[in-house]
């Protein structure tokens, strides 16, 4: 229980704002993407507004940087054509709209606040298998992907247990709310993870292959973290 109030309390405490903290995943996790306010919103289901805020305070933080097409809106508004004038106003509206942000890779503390995230997730993750054990006996929990900042990872948790897929879509849910985040996740039972083994399955050959954390193992034997 103490594990989870932190993993929950942690950032938020430190960063002042839940807001801040769903952004700082965004981007820390993601430093190569760029988005703008809408998407954000949309995607963390927050109100436009204080993702705003937000996205401006970590800016003035110098912690992201943004591209507000000023190129883009120069060549639209050079056009003087007063057929063209009333368009031109509302293409440059648009792309204001969607000024696009991205992480400032040399911001002095870029890696130490990066770390800082990975390591949030990691307690997530092991919130996430006390709720599981409530209603299952898992086999085996491995966390790739987000949890270990590896983009191209086949899924970011991976489960061997016999429980209903109603329940595991609640929990997944949960972890998802926690981590501002969707979370791909991979299921099976002891049986099936068996076999994928013993036919070499290309699938479960790369997720035990890549970057992970074994959080359960009751197969292969390795010590829980």
Same mark, same amino acid.
């Given at each position: ?29 993601? *430093?190569?993407? #760029?988005?703008?306010? $809408? ?47 009333? #368009? ?7 792309? #204001? ?16 606040? #990066? ?22 006996? *898992? ?6 992907? +987000? ?8 899924? @970011?948790?991976?489960?061997?247990? @016999?429980?209903?897929?109603? &329940?595991? +879509? ?23 993870? &068996?076999? $994928? ?16 954390? +074994? ?11």
């Amino acid at each position: 229980m103490l594990i989870k109030n932190i993993s929950k309390n942690m950032l938020e405490k430190l960063f002042g704002s839940k807001t801040r903290v769903k952004l700082l995943k965004i981007f820390l996790l993601n *430093p190569d993407q #760029k988005y703008y306010i $809408r998407q954000l919103a949309r995607n963390l289901k927050t109100q436009v507004n204080s993702i705003r805020r937000e996205l401006n305070n970590l800016e003035d933080f110098g912690l992201l940087i943004s591209d507000d097409n000023n190129s883009i809106k120069n060549d639209i508004l050079s056009n003087k054509s007063k057929v063209a004038k009333k #368009k031109n106003k509302e293409e440059v509206k648009s792309l #204001k709209e969607k000024k696009y942000y991205g992480v400032n890779k040399d911001f002095i503390l870029f890696s130490e606040i #990066k770390t800082l995230i990975i390591k949030s997730q990691i307690l997530a993750g092991k919130s996430f298998i006390t709720n599981l054990k409530e209603v299952c006996q *898992p086999k085996f929990i491995l966390l790739g992907g +987000i949890f270990v900042n590896n983009e191209n990872a086949a899924t @970011d948790v991976l489960i061997v247990a @016999d429980i209903k897929q109603e &329940k595991l +879509i609640s929990i997944i849910s949960n972890l998802e709310i926690e981590l501002g985040q969707e979370v791909n996740f991979t299921v099976m039972s002891e049986e099936e993870f &068996k076999y $994928r083994q013993e036919v070499a399955d290309v699938f479960l050959h790369s997720v035990l292959n890549s970057k992970k954390i +074994i959080l359960v193992d009751k197969i292969f034997n390795f010590k829980e973290i």
